[in-house]
């Protein structure tokens, strides 16, 4: 939910409770305060008739002219001295309509004879009253309401601009370019705080991204030239045509350290880029698609192990990331599965949207499945391999929001790829 | 044919330059920019090989220069750099080659070769060596004017060997060749090993002499001693 949003519903909320809750302790206030007026009316009422009825001793309805306003009816056996005053309906005397009205009850002697007497007095210009006041009262809390809403809406729209500026410039900013971090100044402390924050952070992360990037060359550059002079040199040496059997065993040894040395300089290097995020390009991959094109550069091992291939590609997996990696990413699986692999062994391959599932024949496992996705974890300590094949595969898994899980299951050996579950509210 | 190898670590180019001049190449060398730039500006060279990383400025700028020049040399890139950008931005500008260090030799001199073949005779030539001869353009081998059928590894390993005659090459810049880098496993090594006899097989097969010659731990020689 937006934060504008957010705080609109809330203080809607907020002062729609607090508006009813004057509205009806106003009205409750009002109708006491009238209650209050026609009660001392009727009690003065009540007064005067006791002293009339003290004078002269005798009640006579047509005293009075007004009908339903006074009844005095007499009461036989026990009462008691209680005044009452309760709402009671009374028929109009002229037409049919039914009016509210307050009545005080009390009894008296009249004549010997102990009476019930009621005095009433219409409610009706009362009601109206409190109705017209009420119906006043609920437009202007309405009305107050609507303005404040839509004042502290526009408010908080301004206020939090600077904040929504600074927002959008940070969601385009892009660190592998060039350009600086530029946001708007603001006048508000907290926000020219967040942007002289943000700025540190964003320059702070665009020169570690462009040291990092020129540290990768630099050392892809330092390294790389000197392994490449020793690799010329050995080729050199061996074309002498005097060569002891010690000789030729030695400069071996040199060769393929320095072909080792090579090759770790490099997966290092790529690790590094990838973790850089050096590789900005992107375009849609299917992976189904690109794996099955793969295949035919691993051809000849292939024949030459002796491995059955299975496929089983149902669905195209796509993903949106670096071809470049894309490539890596699938060599790196596929030789893992074939180097690994017993001559006459087999391999599969599966895919459907939502995941690919690549499997082989091996030897046991002894190490723990996951650690091998370590740098530098390698089943056999001798083999040629340099160890980083997985970690690259797993380095750019992360990367893409892949989930990457190795399984070895009776001598079978799975890597099962698939979309990474978003964990929370994503 | 006349080659220019721009190289700044000093060894490495004395080893290219050593090694092209025994295949008969005469070679020259530049350790920076501007000695490659005034070399490249007085003097005309069949193929020219550049390092893109020099002190003194980048190698893409001498490329530039030579195809305004010379449109007709050859160029190879060798540099550490191995991005697809360097790679594509590399051919964009007309260089047609690009090799990643470190690189073998043999490997160069191979591409060296092809390159000026293909410059030269637009790939129409035939390379014939003693007894066997390979159209080019057909991809057809002959031994002793009898054809031999070949798959396209042996073929391909066929053509390193002719333009390695004579030398050492070990396994590892062969299995390289035929696969490219991402091969790298022992396999590779067995696959090397059962290429080469096949290919010796069949050269047997058609009355030519056996010319591949194994070296103990290293790898293979081509040669007629």
């Given at each position: 939910?937006?934060?504008l949003e957010k705080?609109s519903?809330?203080?809607l909320?907020?002062?729609?409770?607090i508006?009813l809750?004057?509205?009806v302790a106003?009205?409750?206030?009002?109708k006491?305060m009238?209650?209050?007026?026609?009660e001392t009316r009727l009690?003065?009422e009540?007064?005067?008739f006791?002293s009339?009825i003290?004078?002269h001793?005798?009640?006579n309805?047509?005293s009075?002219?007004?009908e339903?306003?006074?009844?005095?009816v007499p009461?036989?056996?026990?009462?008691?001295?209680?005044?009452?005053?309760?709402?009671?309906l009374?028929?109009?005397r002229y037409?049919?309509?039914?009016?509210?009205?307050?009545?005080?009850t009390f009894?008296t002697?009249?004549?010997g004879?102990p009476?019930?007497?009621?005095?009433?007095?219409s409610?009706?210009?009362s009601?109206?009253?409190i109705e017209?006041?009420s119906?006043?009262?609920?437009t202007?809390?309405?009305?107050?309401?609507i303005?404040?809403?839509?004042?502290q809406?526009?408010l908080?729209?301004?206020l939090?601009?600077?904040?929504?500026?600074t927002l959008?410039r940070i969601?385009?900013?892009?660190l592998?370019?060039?350009?600086?971090?530029?946001?708007?100044?603001?006048e508000?402390?907290?926000?020219?705080e967040?942007?002289?924050?943000?700025k540190k952070?964003a320059?702070?992360m665009q020169?570690?991204?462009?040291?990092l990037?020129?540290?990768?060359?630099?050392?892809?550059?330092?390294?790389?030239?000197?392994?490449a002079?020793?690799?010329?040199?050995?080729?050199?040496f061996?074309?002498s045509?005097?060569l002891?059997?010690?000789?030729?065993?030695w400069?071996e040894?040199?060769?393929?350290?320095?072909r080792?040395m090579s090759r770790?300089?490099q997966?290092?290097?790529l690790?590094?880029k990838?973790?850089n995020?050096q590789f900005t390009?992107?375009?849609?991959?299917d992976?189904?698609?690109?794996?099955?094109?793969?295949?035919p550069?691993?051809?000849?091992?292939?024949?030459?192990?002796?491995i059955?291939v299975?496929?089983n590609?149902t669905g195209?997996f796509?993903?949106?990331?670096?071809?470049a990696?894309?490539?890596?990413f699938?060599?790196?699986?596929l030789?893992?599965?074939?180097?690994?692999n017993?001559?006459?062994?087999?391999?599969?391959l599966?895919?459907d949207?939502g995941?690919?599932?690549?499997?082989?024949?091996?030897?046991?496992?002894?190490?723990?499945?996951e650690?091998?996705?370590?740098?530098f974890?390698?089943?056999?300590?001798g083999?040629e391999s340099?160890g980083?094949?997985?970690?690259i595969?797993?380095?750019?898994?992360d990367?893409?929001g892949?989930?990457v899980?190795?399984?070895?299951?009776?001598t079978i050996?799975s890597?099962?790829?698939?979309?990474?579950?978003?964990?929370?509210?994503? | 044919?006349?080659?220019?190898?721009v190289?700044?670590?000093?060894g490495l180019?004395?080893?290219?330059?050593?090694y092209?001049?025994?295949?008969?190449?005469t070679?020259?060398?530049?350790n920076?920019f501007?000695?490659?730039d005034?070399?490249v500006s007085?003097y005309?060279?069949?193929c020219?090989?550049?390092d893109?990383?020099l002190p003194?400025g980048?190698g893409?700028?001498?490329?530039?220069?030579?195809k305004?020049?010379?449109a007709?040399?050859?160029?190879?890139?060798?540099?550490?750099?191995?991005t697809l950008?360097?790679?594509?931005k590399?051919l964009?500008?007309g260089s047609?080659?690009?090799m990643?260090k470190p690189?073998?030799?043999?490997e160069?001199n191979?591409?060296v070769?092809?390159?000026?073949?293909?410059r030269?005779?637009?790939?129409?030539?035939?390379m014939?060596?003693?007894?066997i001869t390979?159209?080019?353009?057909?991809?057809k081998?002959?031994?002793?004017?009898?054809?031999t059928?070949?798959?396209?590894?042996e073929?391909?390993?066929?053509?390193?060997?002719?333009?390695?005659?004579?030398?050492?090459?070990t396994?590892?810049s062969?299995?390289?060749?035929?696969?490219?880098?991402?091969m790298?496993s022992a396999d590779?090594l067995d696959?090397?090993y059962s290429?080469?006899k096949?290919?010796r097989r069949?050269?047997l097969?058609?009355?030519?002499?056996?010319?591949?010659?194994s070296i103990?731990?290293?790898?293979?020689?081509?040669?007629?001693?």
């Amino acid at each position: 939910m937006k934060l504008l949003e957010k705080t609109s519903r809330i203080y809607l909320l907020a002062s729609l409770v607090i508006y009813l809750a004057v509205g009806v302790a106003f009205y409750w206030i009002i109708k006491y305060m009238i209650y209050d007026e026609v009660e001392t009316r009727l009690k003065v009422e009540m007064r005067d008739f006791e002293s009339f009825i003290h004078t002269h001793d005798t009640w006579n309805n047509n005293s009075y002219f007004v009908e339903n306003k006074i009844e005095v009816v007499p009461v036989y056996g026990a009462y008691d001295h209680s005044v009452i005053f309760k709402d009671t309906l009374i028929q109009n005397r002229y037409d049919e309509g039914i009016g509210p009205f307050r009545q005080v009850t009390f009894y008296t002697v009249i004549g010997g004879v102990p009476h019930r007497i009621a005095i009433r007095k219409s409610m009706i210009e009362s009601y109206k009253l409190i109705e017209a006041i009420s119906a006043a009262m609920i437009t202007f809390l309405g009305l107050l309401m609507i303005s404040m809403f839509l004042f502290q809406r526009r408010l908080s729209g301004k206020l939090w601009k600077p904040f929504y500026d600074t927002l959008t410039r940070i969601k385009e900013f892009d660190l592998t370019q060039k350009e600086k971090l530029q946001l708007p100044q603001s006048e508000v402390t907290e926000f020219s705080e967040l942007d002289d924050v943000l700025k540190k952070m964003a320059d702070k992360m665009q020169h570690d991204y462009t040291s990092l990037k020129e540290f990768t060359e630099n050392a892809s550059h330092e390294i790389q030239t000197p392994l490449a002079l020793i690799n010329a040199r050995v080729e050199q040496f061996i074309q002498s045509k005097d060569l002891s059997e010690n000789h030729t065993y030695w400069i071996e040894e040199i060769y393929h350290a320095s072909r080792r040395m090579s090759r770790l300089n490099q997966g290092l290097l790529l690790l590094a880029k990838i973790e850089n995020q050096q590789f900005t390009e992107a375009e849609d991959i299917d992976l189904t698609e690109l794996l099955k094109n793969k295949l035919p550069d691993f051809e000849d091992i292939i024949r030459h192990k002796e491995i059955d291939v299975e496929m089983n590609l149902t669905g195209s997996f796509d993903i949106h990331m670096s071809h470049a990696l894309a490539d890596i990413f699938l060599n790196n699986i596929l030789s893992n599965a074939i180097r690994h692999n017993l001559s006459k062994g087999k391999i599969c391959l599966e895919s459907d949207a939502g995941f690919i599932r690549i499997s082989n024949t091996g030897h046991d496992l002894k190490a723990d499945p996951e650690r091998l996705f370590e740098r530098f974890k390698k089943e056999s300590a001798g083999s040629e391999s340099v160890g980083l094949g997985l970690a690259i595969v797993k380095q750019i898994c992360d990367n893409y929001g892949l989930a990457v899980a190795y399984t070895y299951h009776e001598t079978i050996h799975s890597i099962l790829i698939r979309p990474e579950v978003k964990e929370g509210n994503g | 044919m006349k080659i220019l190898v721009v190289e700044d670590e000093k060894g490495l180019a004395e080893s290219i330059v050593d090694y092209l001049s025994k295949e008969g190449f005469t070679c020259e060398v530049a350790n920076t920019f501007w000695q490659a730039d005034e070399k490249v500006s007085l003097y005309q060279y069949d193929c020219t090989i550049v390092d893109l990383t020099l002190p003194d400025g980048e190698g893409f700028g001498i490329i530039e220069t030579l195809k305004k020049i010379a449109a007709t040399t050859g160029i190879i890139i060798i540099s550490a750099r191995n991005t697809l950008e360097d790679k594509i931005k590399g051919l964009e500008i007309g260089s047609d080659d690009y090799m990643t260090k470190p690189f073998h030799l043999s490997e160069l001199n191979a591409r060296v070769k092809s390159l000026i073949r293909r410059r030269n005779f637009g790939g129409n030539n035939d390379m014939i060596w003693r007894e066997i001869t390979v159209q080019l353009q057909a991809r057809k081998v002959f031994v002793n004017e009898r054809e031999t059928l070949l798959s396209r590894k042996e073929y391909d390993l066929l053509l390193y060997f002719l333009s390695n005659i004579d030398v050492a090459l070990t396994k590892e810049s062969i299995a390289e060749h035929l696969w490219g880098d991402h091969m790298d496993s022992a396999d590779s090594l067995d696959m090397v090993y059962s290429h080469i006899k096949n290919l010796r097989r069949k050269i047997l097969e058609r009355g030519g002499k056996d010319y591949i010659q194994s070296i103990y731990g290293i790898g293979y020689k081509f040669t007629a001693s």
